[in-house]
């Protein structure tokens, strides 16, 4: 998996406002309807793995997996991130692509 690439791309969709991040508002987004895609950072807790992946199973969202909480962080500009959420079509359908 290129890394940049979908890192990039996280990063382009974060500056046009199309992600949420953290646990609390992904869920939120998921309920809602507007949650196309989440990406999870593989060394999340046990407890906000089974909650995402679970909301997202019971409203249809897909789940991606990525390696750590850093990389996701860093995508989007922040510290560490565990779950973002992309509230936008376009953006989740090139990530998925990416990220398959």
């Known amino acids: 998996m290129n890394d940049n690439k979908w890192m990039s791309l996280l990063g382009l969709a974060n500056r046009a406002r199309k992600i949420t991040s ?44 990525v390696s750590n909480r850093e990389i996701l962080g860093k995508a989007i500009g922040k510290e560490q991130r565990v779950v973002v959420a992309v509230l936008d079509n376009g953006f989740a359908k090139k990530l998925l692509t990416l990220l398959d």
């Open 22 to 65: 953290g646990e609390e508002l992904t869920v939120k987004e998921i309920r809602s309807g507007n949650a196309k895609l989440i990406l999870l950072s593989e060394d999340a807790s046990q407890n906000t793995t089974k909650k995402i992946t679970d909301k997202c199973r019971s409203y249809k969202v897909p789940v991606k997996l």
